[in-house]
């Protein structure tokens, strides 16, 4: 993920990248926040969390391409991976995890059994 730091470093020398772009977009945003009434200021909340989860899902690359998800979803149903549950489950915890890194890290304070990233 890139940080306010690399983000500034790299727009002095570079164009900056997309990431780049939307963190400067939610800092903007989250400066804006205290000059603003309560509407005002839930709307601009909602702008940053999807501001934000934009950014990180630019930052990350799934592990499971969209079209590979539903070929999976397809073998599932089918049980075709019956056979083969433990690994499944633990596959699907690591995407389940990957996902909620994009969606909101915060939902992961309390970590998912079994996908812990200090393994």
Same mark, same amino acid.
């Given at each position: 993920?890139?940080?306010?730091?690399?983000?500034?470093?790299?727009?002095?020398?570079?164009? /900056?990248?997309?990431?780049?772009?939307? $963190? &400067?977009?939610?800092?903007?945003?989250? #400066? *804006?926040? =205290?000059?603003? !009434?309560?509407?005002?200021?839930?709307?601009?909340?909602?702008?940053?969390?999807?501001?934000?989860?934009?950014?990180?899902?630019?930052?990350?690359?799934?592990?499971? /391409?969209?079209?590979?998800?539903?070929? $999976? &979803?397809?073998?599932?149903?089918?049980? #075709? *991976?019956? =056979?083969?549950? !433990?690994?499944?489950?633990?596959?699907?915890?690591?995407?389940?995890?990957?996902?909620?890194?994009?969606?909101?890290?915060?939902?992961?304070?309390?970590?998912?059994?079994?996908?812990?990233?200090?393994?």
């Amino acid at each position: 993920m890139v940080t306010s730091d690399e983000a500034a470093d790299s727009m002095r020398f570079t164009h /900056p990248t997309a990431p780049e772009l939307l $963190l &400067a977009v939610e800092q903007q945003l989250t #400066d *804006l926040l =205290d000059e603003l !009434d309560d509407q005002w200021r839930y709307r601009i909340r909602v702008a940053i969390t999807a501001v934000a989860m934009v950014r990180r899902e630019l930052d990350s690359e799934p592990s499971v /391409p969209g079209d590979d998800r539903r070929d $999976l &979803a397809e073998r599932i149903r089918a049980g #075709d *991976l019956d =056979d083969r549950t !433990d690994a499944l489950v633990s596959d699907l915890l690591r995407t389940t995890r990957e996902r909620l890194e994009i969606v909101n890290p915060a939902w992961l304070e309390d970590d998912i059994p079994g996908t812990s990233t200090n393994a």
